[in-house]
């Protein structure tokens, strides 16, 4: 019997997703199971690992039956995961604490005492950002507070490796996952020593760093039989969301911009060596040996539309709740919307900054604040795209998903203001797509990662609007005089 599918295994932060695929990128069957989230106090943000696990389980198990394949057609599962989660774990291998997810801001402190010069000497060295989105911040944190958890420590975890650990009993991370912790060198790929001695933790209580083509064999039987698949089934390791979600839009030649746009939202693109900013506006995490990707990640994505349609009382669906922007020409009236509701990471790595709208006059109504949100998300991400093209050159294409990438208003906006043109994938899971063919180039079904483009079905690209380019970049002028006035204050 043919072997013609491939799932991907999505880990995010709301969901964790299986997907199932044909070789050729066509997607068979998807399966979403929700991820609670929990804030004990103000600033936390914590998840239970048992319940991931569990949740992952399920999600591949449906997305087999809802496929309707024969298991015996299934060449492998892909891991993809969100950055930044950290767990504790004892010497069981039990985990003492919740998944800290990136969210977490409890060690904002932690980031803050830093100097800014020491803050600068980190970043060169790891090309991430020192925020408390990352688990070395997270765990200066632990140590100068003395968590309970962190004193009694035998290891820490993302929440893909204790699922890796969960199912092979191995303890194994990617080059992109340990990237993400802050506690990585790109230059020698392995975990830094001066970053692990202010953590005050040592290379033995962290996993194995792997390529993402590493394979993992002879899951669980128990879990194999849960989820309806061979136990001989190979697994591959992948890599973090971010990574994945490029390589699966196919955004992975320079001058190719990936933009995703979720509840969050980041732009990256692929370089062939690292590369990081003087003003630290923009991470550089690693894929493999030889391949790093560029960007900044914002927290204010559809977030800051949903805050807006609750405050508004707006019991319409989100459809018509964006199209009431669409009654409103560029600028939205001189009303402008500063998008840092929840903190910021790019461009500013600020968990204390706040949102703002500035301009408001009698005139404005509901359609101007739509509007002005819509605008203010996107003309956070140019600024942070501006920041990339420092680094790695001017976008050629823009490559856009996430759920924003649904609406037709928005995809004109920003191909106006970014004035490029913008290509959507029919696929929507472009980080499961992603992981799925990371696990053909290990078990050599294809011949490379670049191949991945002649197997992503695309809509027709969004052209911009000329007029409203040249409008557009005289608002955005505007915009970001306010938003670097508002960075002084935060």
Same mark, same amino acid.
């Given at each position: 019997m043919p072997k013609e599918y491939v799932i991907g295994l999505d880990i995010g932060t709301t969901s964790v997703k299986a997907c199932v695929f044909h070789t050729k990128g066509k997607l068979i069957a998807a399966a979403e199971e929700l991820i609670a989230s929990y804030y004990p106090h103000q600033g936390w943000a914590e998840q239970n690992p048992a319940e991931i696990e569990r949740s992952a389980v399920l999600a591949v198990s449906e997305a087999i039956r809802q496929a309707g394949i024969d298991v015996d057609e299934l060449i492998s599962i892909g891991f993809s995961a969100a950055m930044h989660s950290l767990i504790v774990m004892d010497k069981g291998g039990r985990p003492l604490s919740p998944a800290l997810i990136w969210a977490d801001g409890r060690s904002s402190d932690q980031a803050e005492q830093l100097t800014?010069?020491?803050?600068?000497?980190?970043?060169?060295?790891?090309?991430?950002?020192?925020?408390?989105?990352?688990?070395?911040?997270?765990?200066?944190?632990?140590?100068?507070?003395?968590?309970?958890?962190?004193?009694?420590?035998?290891?820490?975890?993302?929440?893909?490796?204790?699922?890796?650990?969960?199912?092979?009993?191995?303890?194994?991370?990617?080059?992109?996952?340990?990237?993400?912790?802050?506690?990585?060198? !790109?230059?020698?790929?392995?975990?830094?020593?001066?970053? %692990? +001695?202010?953590? &005050? $933790?040592? =290379?033995?209580?962290?996993?194995?760093?792997?390529?993402?083509?590493?394979?993992?064999?002879?899951?669980?039987?128990?879990?194999?039989?849960?989820?309806?698949?061979?136990?001989?089934? !190979?697994?591959?390791?992948?890599?973090?969301?971010?990574? %994945? +979600?490029?390589? &699966? $839009?196919? =955004?992975?030649?320079?001058?190719?911009?990936?933009?995703?746009?979720?509840?969050?939202?980041?732009?990256?693109?692929?370089?062939?060596?690292?590369?990081?900013?003087?003003?630290?506006?923009?991470?550089?995490?690693?894929?493999?040996?030889?391949?790093?990707?560029?960007g900044g990640p914002t927290n204010n994505g559809g977030i800051a539309l949903q805050w807006l349609k609750n405050l508004l009382q707006d019991e319409g669906s989100f459809e018509s709740f964006l199209a009431a922007a669409e009654q409103v020409g560029p600028g939205a009236e001189g009303l402008f919307f500063l998008p840092y509701l929840n903190g910021e990471r790019a461009p500013l790595w600020n968990q204390r900054a706040r949102g703002n709208f500035h301009g408001i006059a009698i005139t404005h109504k509901k359609a101007h604040f739509v509007r002005a949100v819509l605008e203010g998300i996107t003309f956070n991400l140019y600024q942070i795209g501006r920041a990339l093209e420092k680094l790695a050159g001017s976008s050629a294409k823009i490559y856009v998903n996430g759920g924003l990438a649904r609406s037709p208003l928005w995809l004109q906006m920003m191909a106006d203001i970014f004035d490029a043109e913008i290509y959507v994938s029919e696929n929507h899971h472009s980080a499961a797509w992603g992981a799925a063919w990371t696990a053909l180039v290990a078990l050599g079904q294809v011949h490379s990662f670049e191949d991945i483009k002649r197997n992503i079905p695309m809509d027709s690209p969004v052209i911009p609007n000329k007029a409203n380019c040249d409008r557009y970049q005289s608002i955005y002028a505007q915009y970001e005089k306010l938003a670097n006035n508002a960075a002084l204050l935060f």
């Open positions: 800014k010069s020491v803050r600068v000497h980190l970043y060169e060295k790891t090309g991430t950002p020192v925020h408390p989105m990352t688990p070395f911040v997270k765990l200066l944190w632990m140590k100068e507070t003395g968590y309970e958890p962190y004193l009694n420590a035998d290891s820490f975890m993302s929440i893909k490796e204790y699922l890796i650990y969960c199912w092979f009993g191995e303890r194994k991370i990617d080059y992109s996952m340990a990237s993400a912790t802050g506690l990585f060198n !790109p230059a020698t790929l392995d975990w830094e020593p001066e970053l %692990l +001695s202010l953590a &005050g $933790i040592s =290379a033995k209580q962290l996993s194995a760093i792997v390529p993402p083509t590493t394979k993992l064999y002879e899951i669980r039987p128990d879990i194999a039989q849960q989820m309806g698949i061979p136990g001989e089934l !190979p697994f591959v390791i992948g890599a973090a969301d971010g990574q %994945l +979600s490029n390589l &699966g $839009i196919g =955004a992975i030649l320079p001058g190719e911009v990936a933009v995703s746009v979720g509840t969050s939202g980041a732009i990256r693109q692929f370089t062939d060596h690292a590369r990081v900013s003087p003003s630290q506006e923009t991470f550089c995490y690693s894929f493999t040996g030889e391949t790093f990707i560029v």
